[in-house]
């Protein structure tokens, strides 16, 4: 591998000779240089310089004649630290600084032959002190400017000195960061390829307050950190390094020691790209992309979402279409599904995780695309093009747990750090994973940050958080002893509280238009209400945009997986939703998680032989759209796909080939799905009212002996659209149902039996004419047709 700036090459061969007698350079001119740079100021509040490792021998360095020992030579202590990598302060020691006499330097280059110091007047070879020490008093009246030429075997290399520059983070960074209100966060920490003070390099910084030292490693080293020493920023818990000559593409990780004076390598939490797993270091990367989405961005926020129409697409990025890159998906799923109708599209997990089965939701890189599918800007590109077919982007998010891997966030510094310090509080008992600290300000910063960074650098309209009950109880999923009460005696996690609280007020303030969606599986007061307002359990809202609800869900898929006949002992499974439908502002699932795990595809918890099954999937999909709150479908129910999905060859995309013959099968229910969607953007009814009690109004409820469901939607005019559901299997002939006195003639918009989507074609052609009869407390009723297995929709003529 051929060396590069700043590190130099490999250890050299056994018996290749590494010290020789240096003497100290005289001054060619004694004019100082032309260009000066300040002498590095010791940090203020600098921690306490960590005791020598119990055990470490401390080498004494070689006399060299005709040197002033107490102005350059190393202190024993510092000497040792160093090589332990256990120094918080090495640009108080290394670099060039002010003595009496002149100006000493040292530098630490492991294997170099020889150091020599150039400045624009001067050219000054430094004694070489063994174990890499390179010093000598150079009679300077203040520090010049001044590189370093690195000689190897076989090599020399000419590089700026690191430790020849002032901190490249300032004091309102630190300041912020201490506050745990840095909100652009990943600015300060992490790998940023910069210039600073006039010279190209990347800046390194990391959040460790228990190490003794941090080093940077990689591929730019030779995985050799001793001569790359971090300085600690003063109490912050900080520790950084500019480093000349490294830029975008370099590989690298942390060199943590820690308390116990052990080592850890660890990954950048701060990473925004990494290797592609398994492999696991972090890359130095910067973004490029020149976003064209600018049309959608400003009217994005024109509408709320929950006065919108909002129906999702959610797709597993890794399966949708095996093999297809960030760049290839945005020559295909922006059209695909636009073509179907949908609003948005929810990516699952798209942040780094080493597992691929683990689907995402075991994060180990919270800043960065994975990289299984390309760069950074390779997903920005996707996203683009994405909004510039109109459709908005939203993503899984994951703050409630972590993996335990040993070069990620686990332990990361030696101690607890990211995870709670109480093990009752710190391991989650259902998956193997630990949780966050939510108490602890830096940790929360971390994540409020982390959900601003992908609304604003990515463009993302919206993050559906994860597991949210799963934090907002401290006994979840734990048995009595096994969870300690809050402060009040209660099982509320507080923490959780103010974190999410605080993440949704921050998101909502920084990034307009952007929604906030929960996957909350209890009864938890106030989800979507605003922090602000206090509910009945003292506690003020959540401030979540939407809510996912999950009864919704359990209810009406436990009603269609029973058998017609015994449909009517489970009626009110299928209204019970709409004593609750205002409670919150939800949205409608049929997720990933319903589709695996033995749980069957949708089409196949259906009862029935196979033309039953369908009609089945088509009557749920019509009554689910027409249903208030939004819509999420996952990928390949679409097509009632029967098996259940996989995310080594995701979607059966063959059962839609003509070839394979079962057009009406899988085509049809595509259809169909294409026309629900662009019904509901067309009927207002559907989506302008929907957390509007006044909204919705049932025609028919109770009529459990016929499995029979009619509700009326209504738009902000009071004007409806009629839903009706047939959920057995027999054709219902003058079904009469009554409708309001104020419309003279009503027409079918949608009829899920239509024989292009599968089904036998039974309808109501033509315009409707309701008569006098009364019924159902109403003065006018109509006499409709009501296919089997179906959902029919119908609008004023």
């Known amino acids: 591998m051929t060396p590069r700036d700043p590190a130099g090459p490999a250890k050299p061969a056994k018996g290749a000779k590494t010290t020789k007698s240096a003497k100290t350079a005289k001054a060619v001119k004694k004019s100082p240089a032309k260009k000066t740079s300040p002498d590095v100021p010791k940090p203020r509040g600098s921690a306490p310089a960590p005791q020598t490792p119990e055990g470490l021998i401390l080498p004494e360095p070689p006399e060299v004649p005709n040197q002033p020992a107490e102005l350059d030579r190393l202190d024993i202590h510092d000497r040792a630290r160093l090589l332990h990598g256990s120094h918080h302060e090495p640009h108080a020691v290394l670099g060039a600084h002010s003595v009496d006499g002149g100006v000493v330097f040292r530098v630490l280059r492991p294997y170099a032959l020889k150091v020599t110091v150039l400045t624009e007047d001067l050219r000054a070879e430094l004694r070489d002190d063994g174990d890499g020490f390179f010093s000598g008093v150079l009679p300077l009246r203040e520090v010049p400017s001044?590189?370093?030429?690195?000689?190897?075997?076989?090599?020399?290399?000419?590089?700026?000195?690191?430790?020849?520059?002032?901190?490249?983070?300032?004091?309102?960074?630190?300041?912020?960061?201490?506050?745990?209100?840095?909100?652009?966060?990943?600015?300060?920490?992490?790998?940023?390829?910069?210039?600073?003070?006039?010279?190209?390099?990347?800046?390194?910084?990391?959040?460790?307050?228990?190490?003794?030292?941090?080093?940077?490693?990689?591929?730019?080293?030779?995985?050799?950190?001793?001569?790359?020493?971090?300085?600690?920023?003063?109490?912050?818990?900080?520790?950084?390094?500019?480093?000349?000559?490294?830029?975008?593409?370099?590989?690298?990780?942390?060199?943590?020691?820690?308390?116990?004076?052990?080592?850890?390598?660890?990954?950048?939490?701060?990473?925004?790209r990494t290797e592609v797993p398994p492999?696991?270091?972090?890359?130095?990367?910067?973004?490029?992309?020149?976003?064209?989405?600018?049309?959608?961005?400003?009217?994005?926020?024109a509408r709320p979402v929950h006065e919108a129409p909002f129906s999702v697409y959610e797709v597993h990025l890794a399966s949708w279409r095996p093999g297809l890159t960030y760049r290839q998906l945005a020559e295909q799923l922006p059209a695909y599904v636009n073509d179907l109708g949908f609003t948005h599209i929810e990516l699952m997990p798209v942040a780094e995780h080493p597992f691929g089965g683990s689907w995402g939701y075991q994060v180990t890189g919270f800043y960065a695309p994975t990289a299984r599918l390309g760069t950074p800007d390779d997903f920005k590109f996707l996203v683009d093009a994405l909004h510039r077919a109109g459709i908005g982007v939203l993503m899984d998010w994951v703050p409630a747990h972590f993996p335990r891997d040993d070069w990620a966030l686990a332990e990361f510094d030696g101690r607890t750090l990211y995870e709670h310090e109480d093990p009752l509080r710190s391991a989650?008992?259902?998956?193997?994973?630990?949780?966050?600290?939510?108490?602890?300000?830096?940790?929360?910063?971390?994540?409020?940050?982390?959900?601003?960074?992908?609304?604003?650098?990515?463009?993302?309209?919206?993050?559906r958080v994860d597991a949210v009950a799963s934090m907002l109880y401290l006994d979840y999923s734990r048995e009595h002893g096994q969870w300690t009460p809050n402060e009040h005696?209660?099982?509320?996690?507080?923490?959780?509280?103010?974190?999410?609280?605080?993440?949704?007020?921050?998101?909502?303030?920084?990034?307009?238009?952007?929604?906030?969606?929960?996957?909350?599986?209890?009864?938890?007061?106030?989800?979507?209400?605003?922090?602000?307002?206090?509910?009945?359990?003292?506690?003020?809202?959540?401030?979540?945009?939407?809510?996912?609800?999950?009864?919704?869900?359990?209810?009406?898929?436990?009603?269609?997986?029973?058998?017609?006949?015994?449909?009517?002992?489970?009626?009110?499974?299928?209204?019970?939703?709409?004593?609750?439908?205002?409670?919150?502002?939800?949205?409608l699932p049929i997720s990933h998680d319903e589709v695996v795990h033995g749980k069957r595809a949708l089409v196949s918890k259906m009862p029935g032989d196979w033309w039953q099954q369908r009609a089945n999937h088509r009557a749920y999909l019509g009554f689910m759209w027409a249903h208030p709150g939004k819509q999420l479908l996952f990928m390949g129910q679409e097509f009632a796909q029967g098996a259940e999905w996989s995310q080594e060859h995701g979607p059966d995309w063959w059962l839609l080939d003509p070839s394979y013959g079962a057009e009406a099968d899988h085509r049809g229910i595509r259809d169909l799905v294409r026309d629900l969607n662009t019904g509901y953007r067309d009927q207002p009814a559907l989506w302008q009212r929907d957390t509007d009690p006044g909204g919705f109004a049932w025609i028919e409820g109770d009529a459990a002996e016929d499995n029979v469901f009619a509700f009326l939607r209504l738009d902000a005019d009071d004007s409806p659209l009629l839903a009706v559901c047939n959920f057995s299997p027999v054709v219902r002939h003058e079904y009469r149902l009554g409708v309001p006195e104020e419309v003279p003639a009503w027409h079918e918009v949608l009829n899920t039996d239509a024989v292009r989507y599968g089904g036998g074609g039974v309808g109501n052609p033509g315009t409707l004419k309701p008569d006098a009869h009364a019924s159902h407390g109403r003065g006018a009723s109509l006499r409709l047709a009501l296919p089997p297995l179906s959902t029919v929709w119908l609008r004023p003529a």
């Not at 490029?288 to 959608?296: A, L």
């Not at 409020?448 to 960074?453: I, S, T």
């Not at 929604?515 to 989800?527: P, Y």
């Not at 019970?576 to 502002?585: D, G, K, L, Q, W």
């Open 146 to 272: 001044y590189r370093l030429l690195v000689a190897y075997e076989g090599t020399e290399l000419e590089t700026d000195d690191p430790y020849g520059f002032l901190p490249s983070l300032g004091a309102l960074d630190l300041h912020l960061i201490g506050e745990g209100r840095h909100e652009e966060l990943w600015r300060a920490l992490g790998a940023r390829p910069m210039e600073h003070q006039g010279v190209t390099g990347t800046r390194f910084a990391v959040w460790a307050p228990n190490a003794q030292g941090v080093r940077v490693v990689g591929n730019f080293n030779f995985w050799d950190g001793t001569g790359f020493p971090m300085r600690s920023l003063g109490g912050s818990g900080v520790w950084e390094l500019f480093i000349p000559g490294v830029g975008e593409g370099e590989v690298y990780k942390y060199e943590i020691t820690k308390p116990d004076g052990g080592k850890t390598l660890r990954a950048d939490p701060l990473a925004r």
């Open 279 to 301: 492999a696991n270091s972090s890359v130095v990367t910067d973004s490029h992309h020149v976003w064209r989405d600018q049309e959608w961005m400003a009217g994005r926020a």
């Open 428 to 463: 989650h008992p259902d998956w193997g994973t630990l949780e966050f600290d939510y108490g602890r300000k830096e940790v929360r910063n971390f994540l409020v940050a982390n959900a601003v960074y992908w609304c604003e650098e990515f463009h993302i309209d919206g993050l």
């Open 489 to 587: 005696g209660g099982r509320e996690n507080l923490d959780a509280v103010a974190f999410l609280q605080e993440m949704n007020a921050t998101v909502y303030r920084r990034a307009p238009g952007v929604v906030t969606i929960a996957e909350e599986s209890t009864a938890w007061d106030g989800v979507t209400r605003a922090t602000h307002h206090i509910g009945p359990g003292g506690f003020g809202g959540l401030g979540f945009g939407l809510k996912w609800n999950m009864g919704w869900m359990h209810d009406s898929l436990g009603y269609v997986s029973h058998e017609p006949v015994h449909r009517k002992f489970h009626h009110n499974e299928m209204t019970f939703s709409m004593v609750y439908a205002y409670s919150e502002n939800y949205v």
